[in-house]
C-alpha cells in the first residue's frame, strides 16, 4: 500500500497531517480553532480536488480537535472519527469554553485578534472504542485506548503498515530529540499506554504536533518515553517527600523541559496549566 502523509499544519504548534492512499484521505487532528480554515486549504491544495474522507480526533485537546469544525465547513461529507468519551467532552459547555479561551490567547500570541467562532459546531460523525476495527477505503485500523494525557486518547493502528497514529499519552516529541511526559489524568494509564505499543511491533509512528519517525527512531522514542515518564515522576515525588511546595515541584518540570522546540511550539498558559495538573497528579496517584 503505497500512502503518503504529509503535513498540512498552518503553524508548527498546530497538530494536523494528511494521510492519504490515493484513495481514501484522512486528516489525523486539526490544529487550533485560529488556523482552521488555513488547514483545510493546505488540505485543498494537497488533494487537488479530490475529497477528504475522514477526520480521526487523538482527544479532546483545543489544539487537536478545534480545527475540526473549520475543516468541516470546508470538507462537509468528511465524517468525523473521535473516542466515545471526547463525544461527552464536547457536549460540554465548560470544555468548550475552556478551548475557546485557550485557542484565543494562543491566537493573540501569533498576531491573530479577529476569526470566526466554529466551537459550537464541534460534532463527532463515528464514535469509536478500544480494539474496534475501523475501515477507512483499503485501510483498516485498529482502535487503541491510549489514556493517560486525556480520558479520551486513543490511537489509531494500520497493522499492514505497521503504522501507529500515536497521541500524547506517549509523550511529547520534539525537534531536539526530547520526550515530554504528558501525564494529565493517569500516570499508570501513561506507562501501560507506552508499553502498550512497545509490544505491537510498531515500525512507523506518526506523532501530534511532529510528523513521522521510524524503525530505531521510533524505538528510541518509545524508550525514552519511558524512561521520562517514570524518572520525572519519581523527582516531583522527590521534591515533595522533601517537604518542598507544589510550586518547586511545577519550577523543576518547567525548567527541564520548556525550552527549545517546545518553547517555540507550546503555549505558556496551556504548559503552565498542565504541569500545575500533573504535579497534583503525581501526588495523587504515587504519594
Do not use: W
Request: proline share 1%; hydrophobic share 40%.
Amino acid at each position: 500500500m503505497n500512502i503518503k502523509i504529509t503535513d498540512v499544519r498552518a503553524l508548527k504548534g498546530d497538530s494536523a497531517f494528511l494521510i492519504d492512499d490515493g484513495k481514501t484521505a484522512i486528516l489525523y487532528d486539526s490544529g487550533f480553532g485560529f488556523t482552521g480554515f488555513q488547514v483545510a486549504e493546505n488540505i485543498r491544495r494537497e488533494l487537488k480536488g479530490r475529497s477528504l474522507d475522514f477526520i480521526f480526533l487523538t482527544h479532546s485537546h483545543y489544539d487537536h480537535a478545534l480545527g475540526s469544525a473549520y475543516v468541516l465547513n470546508q470538507f462537509e461529507n468528511a465524517k468525523v472519527v473521535a473516542g466515545e468519551y471526547a463525544v461527552k467532552i464536547f457536549e460540554k459547555e465548560t470544555a468548550k469554553a475552556v478551548m475557546r479561551d485557550l485557542d484565543r490567547k494562543f491566537a493573540l500570541k501569533n498576531g491573530v485578534s479577529e476569526y470566526e467562532d466554529l466551537a459550537d459546531n464541534l460534532t463527532v460523525h463515528l464514535s469509536v472504542k478500544d480494539n474496534d476495527k475501523f475501515k477507512a477505503g483499503d485501510m483498516e485500523f485498529t482502535v487503541l485506548n491510549l489514556t493517560g494525557h486525556t480520558k479520551c486518547s486513543v490511537g489509531y493502528y494500520l497493522e499492514s503498515e505497521k503504522l501507529l497514529l500515536s497521541t500524547e499519552s506517549l509523550g511529547v516529541y520534539t525537534e531536539d530529540g526530547e520526550v515530554v511526559p504528558s501525564y494529565l489524568v493517569g500516570y499508570q494509564m501513561v506507562i501501560d499506554s507506552i508499553k502498550r505499543v512497545m509490544s505491537l511491533g510498531v515500525e512507523k509512528i506518526l506523532i501530534p504536533h511532529y510528523g513521522v519517525i521510524e524503525k530505531n527512531e521510533a524505538k528510541e522514542y518509545l524508550n525514552k518515553a519511558l524512561k521520562n515518564a517514570v524518572d520525572t515522576a519519581d523527582e516531583i515525588v522527590s521534591i515533595l517527600k522533601a517537604g518542598k511546595s507544589k510550586e518547586d515541584a511545577v519550577k523543576y518540570f518547567v525548567d527541564r523541559y520548556y525550552k527549545g522546540k517546545v518553547k517555540e511550539i507550546y503555549p505558556y498558559d496551556a504548559m503552565m496549566l498542565n504541569t500545575s495538573i500533573t504535579v497534583d497528579l503525581i501526588k495523587k496517584e504515587l504519594l
